[in-house]
């Protein structure tokens, strides 16, 4: 057992492990995050959405969370942040995401401006 004076092996360990050779995470799959870390990425994927417009790099973004059916799991995301009252700007860049990807529900209606088109996925 160390004495209070002297440093024990966890506090070297400690010292190893985040100051001298830290873990850095790169390249993370996100399959492997929490759901509520999902639903942060996927509030994420349509923010860049949102400023991009870029509907392919989207859409493998959001296969990249591993669900089945991801269209399925973004309308249930959508619908979700609509009826517990989210920010708004946050429920118009899931919408914008969602009518892009051809999801539809009566929902959504009143966060489009100018009307609501649905384009086959």
Known sequence: MASPGN???AGLGLLLGWVV??????EADPTVLE?????DYTLMIA????MEEDIGSARRRLESLGHEDYIGWFRRVTIDHILNGAEES???QLVKLAA??????PAMEPYW???FEVESP
């Open 47 to 50: 923010s860049t959405y949102w």
């Open 21 to 26: 050779w830290p873990t850095e995470f790169t």
């Open 100 to 105: 892009d990807l051809g999801i539809y529900s």
């Open 113 to 115: 401006p100018g009307g």
């Open 90 to 92: 946050q429920i118009r």
């Open 7 to 9: 440093p024990s092996g």
């Open 35 to 39: 759901e509520k870390y999902q639903l």
